[in-house]
């Protein structure tokens, strides 16, 4: 599962992709349809110089972690911000999977994917209704 959240943890876009297909194949698959300037933070899986360019083109940014032998190294508050909102998707996901109970029971691969999107949901749901209390 490939997971776009915000920097306060909320799940954005979402997409189910076979564990054999490569990350960054998947990542262009998503819709993206997120706001002009949006900047998403990515580990090294997401590195294509070519798909960076292309976004640039479209007004966003994908800052994904760099290898040591990278051509476009990422200066250091970029590594930074990277790092650390790299973090933030990482506890996202781990919140959402402490929803789920320890076997999810599907009989087809549509029933799982609607299983699974009824976690993040309810992950979602909470999110809000918490916010909402605590304003």
Avoid at 72 to 90: A, D, M, T
Wanted: one cysteine or more; proline letters at 3%; aromatic letters at 14%.
């Amino acid at each position: 599962m490939h997971l776009i959240a915000t920097t306060e943890q909320e799940p954005v876009e979402f997409l189910f992709a076979p564990g054999s297909e490569a990350d960054m194949k998947a990542f262009t698959n998503l819709d993206l349809d997120l706001g002009e300037g949006a900047r998403i933070y990515a580990d090294r899986a997401y590195n294509s110089y070519e798909y960076e360019d292309f976004l640039k083109d479209n007004k966003l940014s994908l800052v994904a972690e760099r290898k040591a032998n990278s051509k476009r190294p990422l200066e250091g508050c970029l590594r930074y911000l990277q790092s650390h909102w790299r973090k933030r998707i990482e506890t996202t996901f781990s919140r959402i999977t402490t929803l789920f109970p320890k076997k999810i029971h599907a009989v087809t691969s549509k029933g799982f994917e609607l299983k699974v999107f009824a976690f993040i949901l309810a992950y979602s749901c909470n999110l809000f209704f918490t916010e909402s209390v605590v304003r």
